[in-house]
């Protein structure tokens, strides 16, 4: 997620006065762990019930969150699924004050289970139901998306090292948005060895116990989950680990690397390779995050850790369907070369979808529609947010239809371009 500018980063600071002296390994299973609204451990005021895009599949929408106990902490997954509001119910809020069109806790619609599954990992520092629209289009559509209230959430903070600050920001205007991302959270990513400690481990977690609950007679999801079509989709951060763990993109460490690549302390942690640290060097192959339950993916902006010169050796190891979708602000977006060496080098059908005057928080609701956040956004990233979030519900809900449910008639959406917003759309293998 977080691709915060400097002036932004202050202007909260300066706002909130204070972070959150919460540690990132807190070990409480308290279900008010991790919760309450923000950019990790900045608080934020919420947006005043500000609509977002209507989904536009033909299912009514529910929404429920179940909080587990894992690692001894805290973790909560929130389920957007088909559904059969009463007519009279008001829709959800989210933590970030957007109103959408589902209702907590509504009766699923059985009409059509079971549903494919879609496991979806937001961004770093963004909370789990931050992508209202994206997520309850895809309900809508017919899917059941998990998901995850990640540890970053409300505990990844930004470095107070100055000169990491400095680099930042001259990364940041440079079009560097990965790099800057990684100097700005400097010291959470070194201690959580770039999110290695945690991450795969919730998005293997959740899936688990989804897939355990469809078994489960007293659950709500007993039954209504296909558990044989799992799709996954990320943002962000989240969009790293979708190609990591759903792609199967493996992280090499057999290369020439530099003392400098190898230095888990070295203070430039953009210039650190994570083969300098444990959480990688225990990992008992390149592939072993790979979870081959999943059947497509969606990377939304996905950054990547893995050195430039094994982005294509690696990205050639992705063989299921991938589809990746971006804004095109060059310096609040994800680099966007990096995201098309990926596109360009897996083996499997592979869609470019980038979307014009749209900045890495569009897909965000919560945050990309928050007056304080959005203040510094410029006007053409402002405007027309409904169209822009047409782009990633059309496509994204076309790309699972064909792929996860096997939908034939959905082949003619991926080829079309559907909006002036859509930039460039391209496909390959397919
Ligand atoms: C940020 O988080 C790291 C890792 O949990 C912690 O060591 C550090 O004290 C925190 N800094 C601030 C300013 O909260
Ligand atoms: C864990 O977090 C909760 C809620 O933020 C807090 O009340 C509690 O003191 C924390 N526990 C530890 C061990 O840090
Ligand atoms: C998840 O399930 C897989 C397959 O059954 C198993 O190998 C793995 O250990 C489980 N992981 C967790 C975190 O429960
Ligand atoms: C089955 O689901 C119920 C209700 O959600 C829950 O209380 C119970 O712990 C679950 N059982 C197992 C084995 O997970
Ligand atoms: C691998 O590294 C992680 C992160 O440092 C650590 O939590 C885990 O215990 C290690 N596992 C083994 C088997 O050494
Ligand atoms: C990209 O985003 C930055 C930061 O919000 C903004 O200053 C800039 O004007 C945007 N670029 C375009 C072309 O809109
Ligand atoms: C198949 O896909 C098309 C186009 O995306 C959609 O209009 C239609 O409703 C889908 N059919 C089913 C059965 O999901």
Redesign the pocket.
Known sequence: MALI?RSVVDLLTVATCFFLGVSAFNTSCDATFNTGFGLGAITLPPASNIPTADPIGPYGVGVSFETYCFQGRGVTLNYWYPALPAADSSPYVSAGGIVGKAVKDAPVDPSSGPYPLILFSPGLAAVDDAYYFYTQNLASNGYIVVSIQHLDARNANITTKEFALILAAIDAAAGNTIDAVIEEYTDFFRETQYALTYRPQEIEFALNQTIQSTTNNSSPWYGIIDTDNIGMSGHSLGGFYTNIIGGGMPIYCDYLMTPTQLNPNYPVLSDVSPCAFPARQNMTSPFALHDSRIKAIIPLAAPTFLARTQLARSAARITIPMMTITGD?R??ETTAWVQRDVYEGAAGPSYWVQIR?T?HYLVADSYGLNPVLSA???A??KADFLDKAAVYMTYSAAFFDYYVKGNKTAYATLHTMSSSYVKELGSRND
């Open positions: 500018r602000n310096t609040a005057n900045n510094s956004a410029s053409g990233d």
